[in-house]
Each structure stands twice: as structure tokens, then as C-alpha cells.
């Protein structure tokens, strides 16, 4: 088993983090204090993390502690320190998912709270060299016609920084094939998709996706294990895994290590990778995730380098950059 300061060093990759659901507590209350927004007090734990009970208080607390977004220069503020704190962790490459529908509720135009996210994305690569970028993501919950608002307010205003497209929010709400008029316009737009399904819900759910949305990889995805068909499927077609084995904790799909499929897809030759899905609310980083994984799956330094490569041959990112970033991973050297 390697230790904990040589996984510290290994380059890693991130392709499911939810931007509004990166922003720990304490720049929470910063935003919250600039803003003149009020937060309740029970909205925080002693031990730097939010307080909620099941998926649906989740989604409550995540609005709650988003509502302190509420300018630009919050969504430059959160990117930025996000990928900052990546960076410290081995990060060389993030994709966040950021929903414009949590920066309308707050007010903001599609345009305003871009500009803060690719100031962050911007400011971070000066700072720390990381490569960060944005999948838009409409909300599931909330309806596909407003995934088709969302879909035409990134498909109009398209930024090199935006390179995917995307869907969270509550799975057991409405169907995969419903959002289909979305997702068809950002794909024809050039953007590759991606869609939670296989978390709360089980492997029906991921065979929608498939069946019905132009994607090339699955939120989470893991409950396919559920039907080995569609393992097989998903390894043959070479569908991306973002799988976040600490969120699935947190929510209760898994019980721990022992416990989660990711190990059984893995073997099955589906392209696995790590990922933090929410950090401060799962009290997880990436660098938390790959080290977990070490000591819970028992992934050597080697495997954990393949799940980097998973990461970034499956990013939404130009391939010119895939290449860059694929060196700086090849070049590393294992620890013997
Ligand atoms: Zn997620």
C-alpha cells in the first residue's frame, strides 16, 4: 500500500463536481456577509460541513447554501478557490457543472454568471496552472422545458470554456427521454453530453439514458451493475463512469468500500474515474477520494493513474488539451 504523501503527488482529474455544490462554508458565510444574504445557523455542523438528513434536504440545504451566490464575482470567487484547492490536492484538470438556473433564481443573466466562472477558470490556470472548464447542467426537477431554456441560453452564447452539457436534480422526477429536446440542441451544437442516472435510481435509469440522450458518459452510472447487459453495453460503447463513491455513502446507495460496485465495473472494462460530486457536503476533496479509494478499493498508484487517464480521455475538453494533460500524467514517476 502506497502512503498517503506519494498519492498526494499523483496527478488527478475531476469531471463531476457541482460548482454550487463546491463552495465550503466558510466562503458560504463570506458571500452570504457580502451579499447581505441570512443563512440560518442550522445550515452548518461544527466540523466544517452542511447539515441535511436525506436526498431531498440535500437538494434544500445545496439551494439554501447557494443563495448566497449572488454576483459574478461570487462564481469567479468559487470557481477559482475551488480549483485552487485541486490544484494543492494534484488536480491538473476540473470540470465543473454549473446550473444557470441557481444563478436566475438569484437574478443573474446567463452572461454574468459565466463571465465570473471563466474569470475564476482564468485566474486559477495563471495561479496554479490547473486546467479547469464548465458542462451547463439543467436541473431535472425542475422540467425539460425549462432544459430546453437552458439549452438555448448556452447554445446562444457559447464560450470556449463551455464544453459540455449536462443534467442533475432529482432522478426520480420525470424521464431521461423527456429531457431529449435539450439535450438534441446543445449536441447539435457541438456539445458533449452527459446525465445523472444509475444513483438514486437503478439500472432503468441508466438504460434511458442510453436509449434516449446523445451522451458519452453517465453521472455516477454505477447502478448498472444492477444488469449486466448494460455493463457490458456501457464497456463495449466506452460510456465514461463519473462515479463519486463517497457521495454514494453520504446518500445511502452504498453502504462503504466493500460494499460499491466500482471495483466490479472495473473489472467488466468499463472506464471508471473519481470524483467528489459536492465536496463540503459529502466532507470530501478529490485528493480525499483518490486517497479512500486507495486504502478502501486497494487501487495501486498505477490504477490510480488509469483513472486519471479515464478522466481526461472522457473530459469534454479539446483534444489538444487532452494531449498536454495526458503527458503531464504519463511523465509522472511511481514512488517505489
Ligand atoms: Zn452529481
Known amino acids: 500500500m502506497s502512503n498517503l504523501s506519494s498519492l498526494k503527488s499523483i496527478p488527478k482529474a475531476e469531471i463531476h463536481c457541482h460548482l454550487e455544490g463546491a463552495a465550503p462554508p466558510d466562503l458560504v458565510r463570506r458571500m452570504a456577509e457580502r451579499n447581505n444574504v441570512e443563512l440560518p445557523e442550522a445550515l452548518f455542523t461544527d466540523d466544517g460541513t452542511f447539515r441535511w438528513t436525506d436526498f431531498p434536504d440535500f437538494l434544500n440545504t445545496y439551494d439554501m447554501a447557494s443563495s448566497s451566490m449572488r454576483k459574478a464575482v461570487d462564481y469567479r470567487d468559487v470557481t477559482y478557490e475551488y480549483l485552487r484547492d485541486c490544484a494543492a490536492e494534484g488536480a491538473i484538470y476540473v470540470e465543473v457543472f454549473s446550473s444557470p438556473d441557481h444563478a436566475a433564481t438569484m437574478g443573474m443573466s446567463y452572461g454574468d454568471h459565466l463571465t465570473g466562472m471563466v474569470d475564476g477558470i482564468d485566474d486559477a490556470f495563471r495561479d496554479f496552472g490547473i486546467v479547469g472548464r464548465i458542462i451547463v447542467t ?8 425549462r432544459a430546453v431554456d437552458v439549452a438555448r441560453a448556452t447554445v446562444a452564447e457559447l464560450h470556449p470554456h463551455v464544453v459540455g452539457f449536462g443534467m442533475g436534480g432529482n432522478e426520480m422526477d420525470f424521464t ?8 438534441d440542441m446543445a449536441a447539435a451544437a457541438g456539445l458533449p453530453c452527459t446525465t445523472h442516472a444509475g444513483e438514486v435510481d437503478g439500472a432503468q435509469s441508466v438504460r434511458d439514458a442510453m436509449d434516449h440522450l446523445p451522451i458519452t458518459r453517465l453521472g455516477h452510472g454505477v447502478r448498472a451493475i444492477e444488469n449486466p447487459d448494460l455493463v457490458a453495453e456501457i464497456a463495449e460503447k466506452g460510456i465514461v463512469l463519473e462515479c463519486c ?18 471495483p466490479k465495473l472495473m473489472a467488466a472494462g468499463c472506464k471508471v474515474t473519481l470524483n467528489s460530486d459536492d465536496p463540503p457536503y459529502f466532507a470530501t476533496t478529490i485528493g480525499h ?18 483513472i486519471t487517464r479515464n478522466a481526461i480521455n472522457g473530459a469534454f475538453v479539446d483534444a489538444a488539451t487532452k494531449v498536454d494533460l495526458l503527458q503531464k500524467v504519463d511523465a509522472y514517476q511511481i514512488e517505489t
Do not use: M, W
Request: proline residues 10%; contains cysteine.
Open 138 to 145: 439543467c436541473v431535472r426537477h425542475l422540467g425539460p422545458e
Open 176 to 183: 431521461q427521454a423527456d429531457f431529449r429536446p435539450a439535450f
Open 245 to 262: 463513491p463517497i457521495s454514494n455513502f453520504a446518500t445511502g446507495v452504498y453502504k462503504d468500500y466493500s460494499d460499491h460496485p466500482l
Open 289 to 306: 477520494e483518490y486517497e479512500q479509494a486507495a486504502a478502501g478499493f486497494g487501487f495501486t498508484p498505477a490504477q490510480l493513474l488509469d
